[in-house]
């Protein structure tokens, strides 16, 4: 196998949670829906705005990659919900459902043979795809990794009452 080819199986190993990480739909599956919006003490944010966040983000990202039209949300308050925004279970797997399907497209771009990796992205201020690919699997992984912990506390607290 070209080292090329084995970057693209490694970002995509990356991407899919694999090594030290956890992968989105381990975390997402057995999530209590119903305790989405809740508000944990010492955090700013429910579990549903950090899937929203790493949604959106990721988003941005993917798309700054491949469209040159593509405008930034604003930063900060642009890559987060509202603070007092809430979601029900429809609108949670509407969350989790474009969270995939962004993800797998940022994949299908990491695999497609055509796309260079380490080009600079023309519109960029010398970002490449695999500065991009990283930046998504390593922001991933560090909200994945707060769901994580926001489930533990949410089912001890349950556990107390």
Do not use: C
């Amino acid at each position: 196998m070209d080292k090329i080819q084995s970057l693209r199986e490694h970002l995509l190993y990356l991407l899919d949670g694999g090594g030290a990480h956890v992968d989105f739909d381990s975390v997402v599956a057995d999530f209590p829906v119903e305790a989405a919006n809740q508000k944990i003490d010492g955090l700013p944010y429910t579990a549903w705005a950090v899937v929203e966040h790493i949604r959106i983000a990721q988003r941005d990202i993917l798309e700054f990659s491949r469209d040159a039209e593509h405008v930034s949300p604003k930063w900060p308050e642009g890559y987060w919900p509202a603070g007092d925004e809430s979601v029900d279970a429809k609108g949670w797997s509407r969350s989790v459902e474009a969270f995939r399907s962004d993800l797998k497209e940022m994949k299908d771009l990491v695999a497609d043979p055509s796309v260079d990796l380490f080009a600079q992205i023309p519109h960029g201020t010398g970002q490449t795809i695999l500065r991009e690919a990283l930046l998504v699997a390593d922001h991933n992984a560090y909200h994945l990794g707060v769901l994580v912990t926001m489930k533990r506390l949410l089912e001890a607290t349950k556990n107390k009452t």
